[in-house]
T-cell receptor, first 111, second 111 residues
Framework: NAGVTQTPKFQVLKTGQSMTLQCAQDMNHNSMYWYRQDPGMGLRLIYYSASEGTTDKGEVPNGYNVSRLNKREFSLRLESAAPSQTSVYFCASTSRGYGYTFGSGTRLTVV | AQRVTQPEKLLSVFKGAPVELKCNYS??????LFWYVQYSRQRLQLLLR??SRESIKGFTADLNKGETSFHLKKPFAQEEDSAMYYCALSGITSGTYKYIFGTGTRLKVLA
């Protein structure tokens, strides 16, 4: 099925560990996004990539890095995980004029 | 400043009652408006776009440019409508395509 695929679905990390969240879309969308969702705070934009080859900071970029590997893939890296990064992470893609298509999310716990 | 405001964090209604989820926006220009729905522990899904003027699952939303609002309405709420609802807008700001989410409203439909 066409859409946005995120891996992994669940992850538990120890403080200081690193990991990469993977995201791929097969809809030929230009723009891709990483959000985190926390109770009572809605969706907060971490980083986005308006088009292949570009990335920009969003609202809460500290502690994260991203790579737009090609048009399909946009990964999010936590270099040194902290408990404050415990959250649900969503990847999304869109092309201008259309709504977002979201991935199923990654539930990350940092202990 | 561009923003999307959803004034209610939680809205509880009884089954069969009318529902109105409020969304106000601030944007200089002509944005596109969207509503997204997120059922428990699932991904966000696009519910409505103002451009398409459609009705999905009995929900409608009318863009009121004078009041800068895009409220989501349904005449008779159903228990399966219980979910988190996000209003969002998209537009060009300083030459960059931006997408802004509200903080969401949790709708609880009581039996």
């Amino acid at each position: 099925n066409a859409g946005v695929t995120q891996t992994p679905k669940f992850q538990v990390l120890k403080t200081g560990q690193s990991m990469t969240l993977q995201c791929a879309q097969d809809m030929n969308h230009n723009s891709m996004y990483w959000y985190r969702q926390d109770p009572g705070m809605g969706l907060r934009l971490i980083y986005y990539s308006a088009s292949e080859g570009t990335t920009d900071k969003g609202e809460v970029p500290n502690g994260y890095n991203v790579s737009r590997l090609n048009k399909r893939e946009f990964s999010l890296r936590l270099e040194s995980a902290a408990p404050s990064q415990t959250s649900v992470y969503f990847c999304a893609s869109t092309s201008r004029g259309y709504g977002y298509t979201f991935g199923s999310g990654t539930r990350l716990t940092v202990v | 400043a561009q923003r999307v405001t959803q004034p209610e964090k939680l809205l509880s209604v009884f089954k069969g009652a009318p529902v109105e989820l409020k969304c106000n926006y601030s944007y200089s220009g002509s944005p596109e408006l969207f509503w997204y729905v997120q059922y428990s522990r699932q991904r966000l899904q696009l519910l409505l776009r103002h451009i398409s003027r459609e009705s999905i699952k009995g929900f409608t939303a009318d863009l009121n440019k004078g009041e800068t609002s895009f409220h989501l309405k349904k005449p008779f709420a159903q228990e399966e409508d219980s979910a988190m609802y996000y209003c969002a807008l998209s537009g060009i700001t300083s030459g960059t395509y931006k997408y802004i989410f509200g903080t969401g409203t949790r709708l609880k439909v009581l039996a």
